[in-house]
């Protein structure tokens, strides 16, 4: 439960962070914003995610028999996208972040924005992966909470947690474009 709440509180808080970075356009405050969102990932998200995996496993070994829950749709539904945020977690958005904290480092060397930083903060990817943590958190508790019998939740929650992320990635970034590119449309 900890867990959970460690990854909820922080991935709420590394989404405000990084929505606020895309309202700014102050180098320093950016740079802030930015700090903020590994602050928050490295010292909440991360922890809560190792202490879900711990005791997850163990209760899983002590309720479930061991490989029992493969019969389990709504655990195993939970399992998979559990492993899927963290290996994405790991890959897609934290280096991402991390890039993008490095690249915000070097533009506060040199005063400015630089190419470099506003074509970082316009990727797609990276931005969709983002905005498809919440909504894929979301459905995991939900799994759990509603224990369906079935694999209707979770079919019908991944793609409802798929065209979120989708809807956010195009509104936020016609809100706040980073790319000239994007200023242009």
Same mark, same amino acid.
């Given at each position: 439960?900890?867990?959970?709440?460690?990854?909820?509180?922080?991935?709420?808080?590394?989404?405000?962070?990084?929505? %606020?970075?895309?309202?700014? %356009?102050?180098?320093?405050?950016?740079?802030?914003?930015?700090?903020?969102?590994?602050?928050?990932?490295?010292?909440?998200?991360?922890?809560?995610?190792?202490?879900?995996?711990?005791?997850?496993?163990?209760?899983?070994?002590?309720?479930?028999?061991?490989?029992? @829950?493969?019969?389990?749709?709504?655990?195993?539904?939970?399992?998979?996208?559990?492993?899927?945020?963290?290996?994405?977690?790991?890959?897609?958005?934290?280096?991402?972040?991390? %890039?993008? %904290?490095?690249?915000?480092?070097?533009?506060?060397?040199?005063?400015?924005?630089?190419?470099?930083?506003?074509?970082?903060?316009?990727?797609?990817?990276?931005?969709?992966?983002?905005?498809?943590?919440?909504?894929?958190? @979301?459905?995991?508790?939900?799994?759990?909470?509603?224990?369906?019998?079935?694999?209707?939740?979770?079919?019908?929650?991944?793609?409802?947690?798929?065209?979120?992320?989708?809807?956010?990635?195009?509104?936020?970034?016609?809100?706040?474009?980073?790319?000239?590119?994007?200023?242009?449309?």
């Amino acid at each position: 439960m900890s867990g959970a709440i460690l990854i909820g509180g922080g991935l709420i808080a590394v989404w405000f962070c990084d929505l %606020r970075s895309r309202q700014l %356009r102050e180098l320093t405050r950016f740079s802030e914003a930015v700090r903020n969102i590994a602050v928050f990932y490295d010292g909440v998200v991360v922890p809560g995610a190792i202490l879900l995996l711990i005791s997850g496993s163990w209760l899983i070994v002590e309720f479930f028999a061991g490989w029992d @829950f493969i019969k389990v749709p709504w655990l195993v539904g939970m399992m998979a996208l559990f492993a899927f945020e963290f290996i994405e977690g790991n890959t897609i958005t934290r280096l991402y972040f991390m %890039r993008l %904290r490095r690249l915000t480092d070097e533009a506060m060397k040199s005063g400015t924005f630089t190419p470099q930083l506003e074509r970082a903060r316009a990727e797609n990817l990276a931005t969709f992966t983002h905005f498809l943590d919440l909504p894929l958190l @979301f459905l995991i508790v939900a799994l759990g909470v509603i224990k369906p019998e079935t694999w209707t939740l979770f079919i019908a929650g991944l793609v409802a947690a798929v065209l979120i992320a989708s809807i956010l990635t195009i509104y936020i970034k016609s809100l706040y474009p980073w790319s000239n590119e994007d200023r242009q449309r």
